[in-house]
RNA sequence: GGAGGCGUGGUGUAGACGGCCUAACACGCAUGCCUGUCACGCAUGAGAACACGGGUUCGAAUCCCGUCGCCUCCGCCA
């Protein structure tokens, strides 16, 4: 079970195994002279055990040596502790071991920070010399959440008849969504790999090439800014099923993870939510609604209809949200006045509703009657506080889902829990002011609700999609859809992106071609493995779940990647750096 | 591309109303003492000119400008 280096791990070693002999390996977490009795907190993956050096002991002149993570290995005899000398905070804690042998593997230098020390320091530092990083016990213990999750995921998939198939790193630039990163090649001058956003295209040829349930843990990529929760390089969990409908895929990935959060963190989860988009934007002003943070929006806009201030009346859209029992102060509705400005409001409507009336930040311009009503639309009480929002379209929902979010997090109103949600029904395309043209908003494989079809022609913006996503507390977990499998109606979709025939076929063309050799109904969907472990972790960022992550600007500072490269490897591939 | 925050011994922080700072505290490190500790204890000691460059000033860690690095957010991320 254990390479013969040793026979156990620290955290294995326990009260059953009292006068059995042991051999344990690992780092120098804490060295403790008593001057001729000396103490070493032995350290590897699983935690810690206590090693206890007398003079007379074997290995004393060693332990006497000892400093902070050099690597031993010890043999000895498991023995209880002491009266009262029992440690609780230790797996192994009962117990201690008494070598016979201590063998010094390696010293090490003094660490640039304390290993033992579970005070963060700077995270550049920390990428650094990410090798002592990951010896702290909440680094392994994500990295081990991520491999007993992996195993978990790979054990479902496997139950479920699911293929792992590889697909390629090296693939081709495809129009649309984000940037990619180019790979040149000496083999054709000019000419450039792209490595895979997602293996969209290729898990979709698998589905035609009638492997009907594929799955794969893969490496994506994209050239974009980076985030919290987004790296140049991260892991799908990718998967794609043929001859399902949107049930059977949304009812098998939510007893994934299901399954997941059973087997990893032994929680049981409830059944998921659903909400259409459309729903989710009207409630939470964003297409992944945090269900943690307290009630939803309310559209004010039929009662705005009735007031007599302009701005109300002839707004788009009024929307509010109730701040139950809460009473801000003035600098918080300046604070969050300012924030609405910032994402692009006009201004922030305030009500307090104290117990004798009401007070607002618009008593020019509304009577009482009005503000009475704009409250009672609100469903506001004595007590609370509405903030609203006036705008065009989408707008205000999503300035005053941003407030919503703030004044939770800022009240402390967050609700503990894991609040997954489905939302689907997303719209197929999205205007695009920049390109002044229709862009898909997942992408051009994504198959329309059957009974929309006939409005691609006549009203793309009105057609929905068989796309889902998954949400969990507020992020963006993982996003499928129903594909088009049939070449008319990908032509069809292809003319609503002003995409031309000739591009279609010179972009896409290897598809579509596919597509006319029999292709079955298929749909799959991808799980960014990285956040699910995040917030599986507790995490406040995606890179405490990778093992070597990048920093914010994309750089590997242990590595000190990106670099430049000598000047016959740009020879090698035809390239020339511009000056 | 934009906004904000941060950058002081090995580490984490304090100092920031400019002079009391030839920079303080804790951890770590070194040396010595200590046979029951587990963030061991005690004593002694070494270690930074305050990210870098420029400016203001009699005088700058402390004010101003620029550069670099890191973090967060917006844009971007089909």
């Known amino acids: 079970m254990i390479s013969s280096g040793r026979t156990h791990y620290a955290a294995e070693v326990n009260d059953t195994m009292i006068g059995q002999q042991v051999r344990l390996a690992g780092w120098v977490h804490h060295r403790r002279d008593h001057?001729?009795?000396?103490?070493?907190?032995?350290?590897?993956?699983?935690?810690?055990?206590?090693?206890?050096?007398?003079?007379?002991?074997?290995?004393?002149?060693?332990?006497?040596?000892?400093?902070?993570?050099?690597?031993?290995?010890?043999t000895g005899v498991v023995r209880a502790r002491p009266e009262g000398m029992v440690n609780a905070e230790l797996a192994s804690g009962q117990v201690e071991v008494v070598p016979s042998e201590v063998i010094l593997y390696a010293t090490a230098k003094t660490p640039p920070f304390n290993v033992t020390d579970a005070k963060l320091v700077d995270e550049t530092l920390r990428l650094k010399y990410r090798y002592?990083?990951?010896?702290?016990?909440?680094l392994t213990a994500n990295l081990i959440l991520r491999d007993r999750s992996l195993m978990a995921i790979r054990q479902f998939f496997h139950r479920h008849g699911?293929?792992?198939?590889?697909?390629?790193?090296?693939?081709?630039?495809?129009?649309?969504?984000?940037?990619?990163?180019?790979?040149?090649?000496?083999?054709?001058?000019?000419?450039?790999?792209a490595l895979p956003q997602s293996p969209q295209i290729f898990k979709q040829l698998l589905?035609?090439?009638?492997?009907?349930?594929?799955?794969?843990?893969?490496?994506?990529?994209?050239?974009?800014?980076?985030?919290?929760?987004?790296?140049?390089?991260f892991t799908q969990i990718d998967v794609e099923m043929s001859f399902v409908d949107q049930e059977q895929v949304l009812d098998l990935m939510e007893s994934m993870l299901h399954d997941l959060f059973k087997a990893v963190l032994g929680e049981r989860l409830e059944r998921f939510e659903r909400m259409t988009w459309h729903d989710a934007m009207r409630l939470y002003g964003s297409d992944k609604p945090d269900l943690r943070s307290g009630p939803p929006l309310c559209t004010l806009t039929d009662v705005a209809r009735t007031l007599d201030w302009p701005v109300l009346r002839e707004a788009q859209a009024v929307v509010g949200f109730t701040l139950r029992n809460y009473r801000p102060s003035r600098r918080e509705l300046d604070q969050w006045g300012q924030q609405a400005r910032e994402l692009g409001?006009?201004?922030?409507?305030?009500?307090v509703h104290e117990t004798d009336g009401l007070r607002t930040s618009a008593s020019k311009f509304l009577s009482s009657q009005d503000l009475a009503r704009l409250a009672d639309a609100a469903g506001s009480e004595p007590g609370d506080a509405v903030l609203i929002v006036a705008g065009q379209g989408w707008h205000p929902?999503?300035?005053?889902?941003?407030?919503?979010?703030s004044f939770a997090r800022q009240a402390g109103r967050v609700e503990p829990g894991w609040r997954f949600l489905w939302v689907t029904e997303f719209p197929l395309f999205e205007w695009s002011e920049e390109e002044g043209r229709f862009v898909s908003a997942h992408h051009p494989f994504t198959r329309p609700v059957s009974e929309d079809e006939v409005l691609l022609e006549s009203n793309p913006a009105q057609?929905?999609?068989?796309?889902?996503?998954?949400?969990?507390?507020?992020?963006?977990?993982?996003?499928?859809?129903?594909?088009?499998?049939?070449?008319?109606l990908q032509a069809r979709v292809f003319d609503v992106l002003g995409l031309s025939r000739d591009e279609a076929q010179a972009?896409?063309?290897?598809?579509?071609?596919?597509?006319?050799?029999?292709?079955?109904?298929?749909?799959?969907i991808a799980f960014g493995l990285d956040r699910l472990l995040m917030l599986m972790a507790g995490a406040d960022s995606i890179r405490d779940v990778i093992a070597f992550p990048k920093t914010a600007r994309g750089t590997d500072p242990l590595m000190d990647a990106p670099s430049t490269v000598d000047p016959s490897q740009l020879r090698d591939v035809h390239l020339e750096i511009r000056k």
């Open 507 to 524: 972009k896409f063309g290897f598809l579509l071609e596919a597509f006319q050799y029999g292709a079955p109904p298929h749909g799959g």
């Open 463 to 488: 057609v929905r999609s068989q796309a889902y996503d998954v949400v969990l507390n507020g992020i963006e977990l993982a996003s499928g859809s129903l594909r088009i499998y049939q070449p008319e």
């Open 207 to 233: 589905m035609v090439g009638g492997l009907d349930r594929y799955y794969q843990i893969a490496k994506v990529f994209r050239d974009e800014d980076l985030r919290a929760d987004r790296q140049p390089e």
């Open 162 to 193: 699911f293929l792992d198939v590889e697909t390629p790193a090296l693939a081709r630039s495809t129009p649309e969504g984000a940037r990619d990163f180019l790979v040149p090649t000496r083999i054709k001058p000019g000419h450039f790999y």
């Open 132 to 138: 002592l990083d990951l010896r702290r016990p909440e």
């Open 35 to 74: 001057g001729g009795l000396i103490f070493i907190d032995l350290r590897d993956r699983t935690g810690l055990i206590q090693i206890v050096c007398e003079p007379d002991n074997a290995g004393f002149d060693v332990a006497y040596r000892v400093r902070s993570e050099y690597v031993l290995g010890v």
């Open 397 to 405: 929902y999503e300035v005053a889902g941003q407030l919503r979010l």
């Open 345 to 351: 409001a006009n201004g922030l409507l305030w009500l």
